[in-house]
């Protein structure tokens, strides 16, 4: 009932930027908590930033500085813009959301397909 769908991964330079979206359709009601994750080979999942419906957002250490996150709560679309890219940044990224669909008062968590951004030395 509810997609997450990203777009913007690719291969870049290290030092270089990319801007991955994140856009939830279907039966929403309203969206709490969306955030960005992301799974390298061999590693596990761990998180890169989140942003709550207010717009307070966090970040990993690794990422501080270099990554920005945001929302457009008209659009149910989340953003994060990747600057200054390091070979260490390559993995599958993931969206992730907390979904209310109005089905009830319950928030549900879903997950997009992922995107793969890779970053060449």
């Known amino acids: 009932q509810v997609q997450l769908v990203e777009s913007g991964g690719g291969l870049v330079q290290a030092g270089g930027s990319l801007r991955l979206s994140c856009a939830a359709s279907g039966r929403i009601f309203s969206i709490n908590t969306m955030g960005w994750y992301r799974q390298a080979p061999g590693k596990q999942r761990e998180l890169v930033a989140g942003i709550n419906s207010g717009g307070s957002a966090n970040y990993a250490d690794s990422v501080k500085g270099r990554f920005t996150i945001s929302r457009d709560n008209t659009k149910n679309t989340m953003y994060l813009q990747m600057n200054s890219l390091k070979p260490e940044d390559t993995a599958v990224y993931y969206c992730?959301?907390?979904?209310?669909?109005?089905?009830?008062?319950?928030?549900?968590?879903?997950w997009g397909q992922g995107t793969q951004v890779t970053v060449s030395s």
């Open positions: 992730n959301a907390d979904v209310r669909s109005g089905l009830g008062p319950r928030y549900y968590d879903y």
